[in-house]
């Protein structure tokens, strides 16, 4: 195995630095499908200069991943380049036989990818993992391999990098995964770096550490870097230059301090109001000309939400007190596992998922939940929606004790009509077999109490009320697109004329532009039904544009809680600074 | 390490205890009388009255029960009524015979299976994939008994290749010296390569008959992880990271396409350890499969009794030792335990 | 997709519904994989055998004649005759039902208690879950075939009993398809969605759950017929359940048996080639099935 002398590049690293590093002309990348083939990406052309940064934006579908993975060569089985080149520091690569190919990859351009605990061999400690790559590209003696991988672990910051050589992917979490697989991607030191949606699915701290380090690493070494994402604000904060691709085409390329300022194709436009930013409102989301017309929602339905507001005294419609949910620490195998353990466990069997938090949402409020993955905040939903039941503490709704009500007997209850849910996955959240009028009319049968030929009507009413053409109500899921399954799942919700409805990051699952309408249908719904939202969400931007009081949450407990506008401006806490600093800050 | 198999090993416990309970009860929930079941179909009303009171079939269930284990802890399965012989006896005398048969099966269809499904997998659509796939269907359709009857036909009786099917030696030849009861290793031990010849032209057919029945459930599943971990995220990491084609399908893509293989080796046991009876019937083989066989003919239960705990006993452990090398493999479940 | 921008509810540029997707789906699936075709068409003459076999038969499936026995297949004994001279094709066919009701009927029963018991396991968890699990762990502790064999002996030497050890020995197999789906589902949104929109534990699983998992439970039917057509048939062969001179094809191939020493293959060959058939064509369906329903997850 011991390769002692670097292999010869096939490319000159000291070519004259005018030439642009990678040179994109009129690639069309096609894919043969069982309905013939199908043009994924048309007449793309990208040029990226060496030390240069550039990130090409656009939505699920747009072309974005297979560009990147047609430079690399790496598109599946069924995929390949139709038309076009894709030069590489004078290389044709569309041309270059496979074994040059694979000299190059790693070597002179890497990759890294979304979802990085899946982008590591679980089975091979990362080290390990490390050296195939080095020992491939002969960048070093075998016996000197392994204190090689170790200070490559030890550039990306990996704290005790002599330790976590020997861990697996499993022992370590998703930012550090992350990390391994950006050593991975730099340990030979290429010349390119592409970055497919390198930070999605991670907290918002941990993008901004490892976007943090990628930049540094990349800048240091003078690399060029293609960061593929589908948030513009990310890419505008990070990038030198932009490229927006729109259905397998680049609409627009432009420089990052530029995009946000002067967008000029109709698309970018759009996607830039899109985009959740400081300081804007939920209108300014919508395309132009959208905003300001008046909105045809709602006039249907009985509007009671003025009623509700003046009903008695105003006693808050939820109150939350000091309430806790413990989880067992470990699964079934545990009081086993215990016989065998070496010492007597240390840690607590119980795992506190939240911690006693209290909170109040008064009617017609709207409450931002906001925490990173792991907070409790999906918990403490669960908890007030009465799915789970608490370990300790109160839930009162509207003066009832309904924590005291065992999760199990709640669904019969009249009770049940009037807290419903939005769910964070339209897909998920819809039952396959059932159509878009059966989804809606399901609550409508179980407690609605109406009679079976009015279903019908009122379900009209309600996709009226949603948005949602009646043409679709007789299609299941799987015939209807993300934005129109999310309006499903809000005409469901909104049913029964709930009180209170929680939203479960109703738009995570959701491209921006769809995201965007979804946020102003629900701000319209609230308005004319009067009802109390409970936004649960990771994105401060986003809660920040629909609620009235936001709560962050941090481990189960509650670090801070006030006015939207207090909390955003002046925060008092330090984690929701650490947050508020996190979000990409694309130069506006 | 340790620590897990020491785990695995008490988490079998609860399987032995009901494979104790289901034999025990195999033989009292009968309908009818157990004591003209196991005094057989000859026996007078004398005659199944003291078998009633030697097994203490009077007694409470729970006292059966206790006096069941009791006779197990102390190697006692009761004895064979045609024979006379202790049942104990008779199956460890025949075990051998049964477990070389089954493990040569194995071998046989592994070393076939698992390249032909990796293959299968790396070259997809080719034709190697539609062998791999018609062989897979057609391998878990075949009759095992019919299969075995197919070769003795065509390598017996047509071309005279293969020695009458009628056990592990042919008449002329003798059994090496007992070491392991295993014909193929004692006789490479004693030096006795006639009588290796022997037995292995013996062993050929019956191997292949069982061979032939397990290598479709490893060929399918070897093909379908494969394709499964080919397609995931970490193998197109390994290929953008420029590794070459050797090291991304042995290093990164076999290993952990074998861990649903050896998974599935548990269910291929199960078929094997069920085939082998039959397959020892057509064969004429002499081993425990053919000894129930036998005895289920004259309604002779002891036998079979001790051959389905025996064989229960035999795949428990099979199975342990199948969780053990995942453990080895995955360190997933090595370090968690 | 194209999302509509407009929160005014207009027709979109959307698909049109596609009614008909599943046919043309299955058309697709038989067209792609002709086999699948061929598989249902076997299984249409497999089905008909057993309907109608017994009336269309040339020969007295039981009537023995000693001037003919084992005779070579010729004309007026198409698949030859047994050392009584009874005509092997009559045999092979009426047989059918046999084997086929064997077949029908314990997978249904399986599929009654195991897709319930799993069901159930899988979504009600605790209790529920660690009962079914040491049942189906405990059956699986054997070898199939083996407790097949044990279960028969001891219940006594008869077709329903057959079957009961055919369904046992599947229980578990059942019981760990189902299981699982319902498992994946339990948390799913849509199972949510229904509590909240007020429906109970048993509506759910009846009304949401179930009509979710059954295109899989079909694909494990499929398979399993296949599976215990073999069972019953090797039961059979080493002298178990069906007894002579009812014809069933194990226990004509295992009276076959001894002649394919001297020689005479077609004793043995038709009823197996019946048997091998019969199997390959449930497997075949089942694989076809799968890639109806899970397109997927083909292999």
């Known amino acids: 195995m011991a390769k002692k002398a670097q292999k010869p590049s096939k490319l000159d690293r000291n070519r004259p630095t005018s030439m642009p590093l990678l040179d994109v002309r009129d690639l069309t990348v096609e894919f043969a499908t069982r309905r013939g083939t199908v043009t994924a990406v048309k007449n793309i052309n990208l040029t990226l200069a060496k030390g240069e940064t550039l990130g090409i934006v656009g939505e699920s579908g747009s072309g974005k991943s297979v560009t990147s993975y047609a430079v690399m060569r790496i598109l599946d089985r069924a995929g390949s380049i139709a038309e076009g080149s894709v030069v590489f520091s004078g290389l044709d690569l569309r041309t270059a036989p496979e074994s040059d190919m694979r000299d190059l990859r790693g070597r002179e351009m890497s990759m890294i990818f979304q979802s990085p605990r899946l982008a590591l061999n679980p089975i091979r400690k990362v080290g390990h993992q490390i050296e195939d790559v080095l020992l491939q590209h002969a960048q070093v003696d075998s016996d000197a391999v392994s204190e090689r991988a170790i200070e490559v672990l030890e550039q990306v910051r990996i704290a005790r990098p002599r330790e976590r050589y020997h861990a697996y992917p499993f022992e370590l979490s998703g930012g550090m995964c992350q990390r391994v697989v950006i050593a991975l991607a730099l340990a030979c030191r290429p010349q390119l770096l592409i970055a497919d949606e390198p930070t999605t699915g991670l907290d918002v701290t941990t993008q901004k550490a490892v976007m943090d380090l990628v930049v540094e690493l990349t800048r240091e070494r003078g690399m060029s870097t293609i960061l593929i994402t589908h948030d513009l604000g990310l890419a505008a904060a990070y990038c030198d230059r932009v490229v927006v691709m729109e259905k397998g085409h680049i609409v627009e390329t432009a420089q990052s301090s530029a995009i946000f300022k002067k967008p000029e194709h109709a698309y970018t436009r759009k996607l830039m109001r899109a985009t959740p930013r400081p300081g804007v409102t939920l209108r300014d989301l919508l395309p132009e000309g959208e905003s300001a017309r008046p909105?045809?929602?709602?006039?249907?339905?009985?509007?009671?939400?003025?009623?509700?507001?003046?009903?008695?005294?105003?006693?808050?419609?939820?109150?939350?007190?000091?309430?806790?949910?413990?989880?067992?620490?470990?699964?079934?195998?545990?009081?086993?596992?215990?016989?065998?353990?070496?010492?007597?466990?240390?840690?607590?069997?119980?795992?506190?998922?939240?911690?006693?938090?209290?909170?109040?949402?008064?009617?017609?409020?709207?409450?931002?939940?906001?925490?990173?993955?792991?907070?409790?905040?999906?918990?403490?939903?669960?908890?007030?929606?009465?799915?789970?039941?608490?370990?300790?503490?109160?839930?009162?709704?509207?003066?009832?004790?309904?924590?005291?009500?065992?999760?199990?007997?709640?669904?019969?209850?009249?009770?049940?009509?009037?807290?419903?849910?939005?769910?964070?996955?339209?897909?998920?959240?819809?039952?396959?077999?059932?159509?878009?009028?059966?989804?809606?009319?399901?609550?409508?049968?179980?407690?609605?109490?109406?009679?079976?030929?009015?279903?019908?009507?009122?379900?009209?009413?309600?996709?009226?009320?949603?948005?949602?053409?009646?043409?679709?109500?007789?299609?299941?899921?799987?015939?209807?697109?993300?934005?129109?399954?999310?309006?499903?799942?809000?005409?469901?919700?909104?049913?029964?004329?709930?009180?209170?409805?929680?939203?479960?990051?109703?738009?995570?699952?959701?491209?921006?532009?769809?995201?965007?309408?979804?946020?102003?249908?629900?701000?319209?719904?609230?308005?004319?039904?009067?009802?109390?939202?409970?936004?649960?969400?990771?994105?401060?931007?986003?809660?920040?544009?629909?609620?009235?009081?936001?709560?962050?949450?941090?481990?189960?407990?509650?670090?801070?809680q006030g006015p939207t506008e207090q909390v955003m401006v002046a925060p008092q806490a330090s984690y929701t600074r650490d947050l508020l600093a996190a979000i990409p800050h694309p130069p506006l | 390490m340790?620590?897990?198999?020491?785990?695995?090993?008490?988490?079998?416990?609860?399987?032995?205890?009901?494979?104790?309970?289901?034999?025990?009860?195999?033989?009292?929930?009968?309908?009818?009388?157990?004591?003209?079941?196991?005094?057989?179909?000859?026996?007078?009303?004398?005659?199944?009255?003291?078998?009633?009171?030697?097994?203490?079939?009077?007694?409470?269930?729970?006292?059966?029960?206790?006096?069941?284990?009791?006779?197990?802890?102390?190697?006692?399965?009761?004895?064979?009524?045609?024979?006379?012989?202790?049942?104990?006896?008779?199956?460890?005398?025949?075990?051998?015979?049964?477990?070389?048969?089954?493990?040569?099966?194995?071998?046989?269809?592994?070393?076939?299976?698992?390249?032909?499904?990796?293959?299968?997998?790396?070259?997809?659509?080719?034709?190697?994939?539609?062998?791999?796939?018609?062989?897979?269907?057609?391998?878990?359709?075949?009759?095992?008994?019919?299969?075995?009857?197919?070769?003795?036909?065509?390598?017996?009786?047509?071309?005279?290749?293969?020695?009458?099917?009628?056990?592990?030696?042919?008449?002329?030849?003798?059994?090496?010296?007992?070491?392991?009861?295993?014909?193929?290793?004692?006789?490479?031990?004693?030096?006795?390569?006639?009588?290796?010849?022997?037995?292995?032209?013996?062993?050929?057919?019956?191997?292949?008959?069982?061979?032939?029945?397990?290598?479709?459930?490893?060929?399918?599943?070897?093909?379908?992880?494969?394709?499964?971990?080919?397609?995931?995220?970490?193998?197109?990491?390994?290929?953008?990271?420029?590794?070459?084609?050797?090291?991304?399908?042995?290093?990164?893509?076999?290993?952990?396409?074998?861990?649903?293989?050896?998974?599935?080796?548990?269910?291929?046991?199960?078929?094997?350890?069920?085939?082998?009876?039959?397959?020892?019937?057509?064969?004429?083989?002499?081993?425990?499969?053919?000894?129930?066989?036998?005895?289920?003919?004259?309604?002779?239960?002891?036998?079979?009794q001790g051959f389905v705990l025996t064989m229960a006993v035999l795949y428990v452990v099979l199975n342990l030792i199948i969780d053990i090398l995942y453990g080895v493999i995955d360190p997933r479940v090595r370090l968690d335990g | 997709m194209n999302e509509n921008i407009s929160t005014t509810p207009v027709a979109a540029a959307a698909p049109k519904p596609e009614n008909n997707s599943i046919f043309r789906h299955a058309r697709y699936v038989v067209a792609e994989n002709p086999v699948t075709g061929l598989a249902f068409g076997l299984f249409i003459l497999i089905a008909l055998c057993a309907l109608i076999g017994p009336y269309i038969v040339p020969h007295d499936p039981l009537a023995s004649d000693t001037t003919a026995t084992l005779h070579a297949p010729s004309l007026k004994h198409w698949f030859g005759t047994d050392q009584l001279g009874r005509d092997i094709f009559s045999r092979v066919v009426v047989a059918t039902r046999l084997d086929f009701i064997i077949a029908i009927a314990s997978v249904a029963l399986v599929f009654a208690l195991g897709g319930f018991a799993g069901i159930a396991s899988g979504f009600f968890g605790g209790w529920t879950d660690r009962i079914v699990g040491r049942i189906s762990d405990t059956i699986m502790a054997f070898p199939l075939f083996v407790l097949a064999m044990g279960i028969v002996a001891a219940l006594g030497n008869t077709v329903t009993n057959i079957v009961i050890a055919t369904a046992v020995v599947n229980f578990p197999l059942y019981v760990r398809v189902a299981r699982a789906e319902a498992n994946i589902r339990r948390e799913a949104g849509f199972v949510q969605a229904a509590r909240l929109s007020g429906n109970g534990d048993m509506r759910i699983l009846l009304a949401h759950i179930l009509p979710n998992i059954m295109p899989i439970m079909m694909v494990q039917i499929s398979l399993t017929m296949g599976y215990a057509i073999l069972n019953a048939a090797g039961l059979s062969f080493i002298g178990l359940g069906v007894r002579p001179p009812t014809p069933e094809w194990g226990i004509m191939v295992a009276e076959g048996a001894a002649n394919i020493i001297s020689g005479e293959w077609w004793i043995a060959l038709f009823p197996g080639a019946a048997l091998m058939i019969a199997v390959f064509c449930f497997n075949l369906l089942g694989d076809g099935l799968r890639d109806l329903v899970d397109p997927q997850r083909r292999t």
């Open chain 2, 2 to 304: 340790l620590r897990m198999i020491a785990k695995r090993m008490v988490l079998i416990i609860p399987n032995l205890i009901g494979v104790v309970i289901v034999t025990f009860l195999l033989t009292r929930a009968l309908p009818g009388d157990p004591a003209a079941y196991f005094a057989g179909p000859a026996a007078d009303k004398q005659a199944i009255e003291q078998i009633r009171v030697k097994l203490g079939l009077d007694k409470p269930l729970i006292v059966q029960f206790g006096r069941y284990v009791n006779d197990l802890v102390h190697g006692d399965l009761g004895n064979s009524l045609s024979t006379g012989q202790p049942v104990v006896t008779e199956i460890k005398n025949r075990l051998p015979a049964s477990a070389e048969l089954t493990l040569f099966g194995l071998i046989l269809s592994m070393v076939i299976a698992v390249p032909l499904g990796i293959l299968a997998a790396v070259k997809q659509g080719s034709w190697i994939d539609h062998t791999c796939r018609v062989v897979a269907t057609a391998g878990v359709s075949l009759p095992v008994f019919f299969t075995g009857l197919l070769l003795v036909y065509v390598f017996y009786f047509e071309l005279g290749w293969s020695p009458a099917p009628l056990g592990r030696l042919d008449a002329f030849a003798t059994a090496p010296a007992q070491i392991t009861g295993f014909y193929l290793i004692d006789s490479v031990l004693t030096g006795k390569l006639e009588t290796f010849r022997a037995s292995l032209s013996q062993l050929l057919l019956p191997g292949f008959t069982l061979g032939i029945f397990s290598l479709a459930p490893i060929a399918r599943m070897t093909r379908a992880s494969m394709l499964a971990v080919l397609a995931s995220e970490f193998v197109r990491t390994a290929r953008a990271s420029g590794l070459d084609n050797r090291t991304v399908i042995i290093t990164y893509a076999f290993r952990n396409a074998m861990l649903p293989v050896i998974t599935t080796l548990g269910m291929v046991f199960s078929f094997l350890l069920g085939a082998n009876v039959l397959v020892e019937k057509v064969f004429a083989w002499p081993g425990i499969g053919s000894y129930a066989v036998e005895a289920l003919i004259t309604s002779d239960f002891a036998p079979v």
């Open chain 1, 295 to 560: 909105k045809a929602v709602a006039k249907t339905a009985e509007a009671k939400a003025p009623a509700k507001k003046v009903k008695g005294v105003e006693t808050p419609l939820l109150v939350i007190e000091k309430l806790v949910k413990e989880y067992p620490r470990q699964g079934g195998a545990a009081s086993l596992a215990k016989i065998f353990a070496p010492k007597p466990a240390v840690q607590p069997d119980m795992f506190r998922a939240v911690d006693g938090i209290s909170f109040t949402i008064a009617r017609g409020e709207s409450v931002g939940l906001v925490g990173e993955s792991g907070c409790g905040k999906s918990t403490t939903s669960m908890m007030v929606m009465r799915l789970i039941d608490k370990s300790d503490g109160l839930i009162m709704f509207d003066g009832e004790d309904i924590g005291a009500i065992p999760a199990r007997s709640f669904a019969r209850l009249p009770l049940r009509k009037r807290i419903q849910m939005v769910f964070q996955d339209p897909t998920d959240s819809l039952n396959p077999r059932f159509t878009a009028a059966r989804a809606i009319a399901d609550p409508l049968l179980q407690l609605g109490g109406i009679p079976r030929d009015e279903v019908r009507g009122r379900c009209e009413a309600l996709a009226t009320q949603v948005g949602l053409p009646l043409n679709l109500l007789d299609r299941f899921p799987h015939q209807m697109s993300g934005g129109q399954k999310a309006r499903v799942g809000i005409a469901r919700a909104i049913a029964l004329n709930p009180d209170l409805i929680i939203l479960d990051e109703p738009t995570a699952a959701l491209d921006v532009s769809v995201q965007a309408v979804v946020l102003n249908l629900l701000q319209d719904l609230k308005d004319s039904l009067g009802m109390s939202y409970l936004f649960v969400s990771h994105d401060l931007n986003v809660v920040s544009m629909l609620c009235d009081r936001v709560i962050v949450m941090q481990t189960g407990k509650i670090v801070e």
